[in-house]
C-alpha cells in the first residue's frame, strides 16, 4: 500500500520559505504518476500547488507560479515543496498527494499524505 | 482557470436518506470529474473518477453522472461515516480546481 508522509516546520516567518517535504512509502518516485501538492486554509477549500513527473515535467498553479519549486529526490525516494516570500494567507494545512493518470480519463489524486499545518507568523 | 461551482453548499440529511451533490464547470470539460469526501481533520478521499467510475474499494452506494458541464455525485444510503464535506475537482486542464465543497451535515 503506498504511503505518503509530510514532514517540515510548522510556524515560518512573513517573507520566509516554506519547505516541505513529502515520503514516499510502498513505491517507487520513479513510477509513472504524477506526485501533486494541494493545500486547505483553516476552514477553507482545496487548492493545488503543483504536480512533478519523474521525467522531469513540473506544472504550477499560475497564482503562485512565481514563487513555488517542486523537486524530486530519487535517492530518498521522495518530493519537495519550496513556497517563497511568504504571508499569512499561506497559513493552511499542506498535503502531498499522488495522481493516477488512467488512460482518456485524465488524472485523480489516489493517495494522500495525512497533511501538516504550516503556520505563517 | 475553470471554475467549478457546487451546490448546496451545506446540506442536512438523516442516516438512510438519498442525496444528491451537484457540481458545475464553467466550461465544458467532457467527463474529466473527480468527486472526494473529507472527514473532519483527514485528507481528502477519492471516490468517483471520470464522472461515473467508482475508485476501488469505495462503497456501491456512491455514484457519480454528468458530462460536460453538469455533474451529480449521489450517495443512495446514508452511513454515519458519510457526514464529511464532498469536493469536485476538473482534471481537464491544469491548474487542476476543485469546488468550494458541500459539508453534508446530520440532521
Known amino acids: 500500500q503506498v504511503q505518503l508522509q509530510e514532514s517540515g516546520p510548522g510556524l515560518v516567518k512573513p517573507s520566509g520559505t516554506l519547505s516541505l517535504t513529502c515520503a514516499v512509502s510502498?513505491?517507487?518516485?520513479?513510477?509513472?504518476?504524477?506526485w501533486s501538492w494541494v493545500r486547505q486554509p483553516p476552514g477553507r477549500g482545496l487548492e493545488w500547488i503543483g504536480e512533478?513527473?519523474?521525467?522531469?515535467?513540473?506544472n504550477y498553479n499560475p497564482s503562485l507560479k512565481s514563487r513555488v519549486t517542486i523537486s524530486v529526490d530519487k535517492s530518498k525516494n521522495q518530493f519537495s515543496l519550496h513556497l517563497s516570500s511568504l504571508i499569512s494567507a499561506d497559513t493552511a494545512v499542506y498535503f502531498c498527494?499522488?495522481?493516477?493518470?488512467?488512460?482518456?480519463?485524465?488524472?485523480?489524486?489516489?493517495?494522500w499524505g495525512q497533511g501538516t499545518l504550516v503556520t505563517v507568523s | 482557470d475553470i471554475q467549478m461551482t457546487q451546490s448546496p453548499s451545506s446540506l442536512s440529511a438523516s442516516v438512510g436518506d438519498r442525496v444528491t451533490i451537484t457540481c458545475r464547470a464553467s466550461?465544458?470539460?467532457?467527463?474529466?470529474l473527480n468527486w472526494y469526501r473529507q472527514k473532519p481533520g483527514k485528507a481528502p478521499e477519492l471516490l468517483i473518477y471520470a464522472a461515473s467510475s467508482l475508485q476501488s474499494g469505495v462503497p456501491s452506494r456512491f455514484s457519480g453522472s454528468g458530462s460536460g458541464t453538469d455533474f451529480s455525485l449521489i450517495i443512495s444510503s446514508l452511513q454515519p461515516e458519510d457526514f464529511a464535506t464532498y469536493y469536485c475537482?476538473?482534471?481537464?486542464?491544469?491548474?487542476?480546481?476543485f469546488g468550494q465543497g458541500t459539508k453534508l451535515e446530520i440532521k
Open positions: 510502498g513505491d517507487s518516485i520513479s513510477s509513472d504518476y504524477w
Open positions: 475537482q476538473q482534471s481537464y486542464n491544469t491548474p487542476r480546481t
Open positions: 512533478i513527473h519523474q521525467i522531469g515535467t513540473i
Open positions: 498527494a499522488r495522481q493516477i493518470f488512467r488512460s482518456g480519463w485524465g488524472p485523480s489524486f489516489e493517495f
Open positions: 466550461q465544458s470539460i467532457s467527463r474529466y
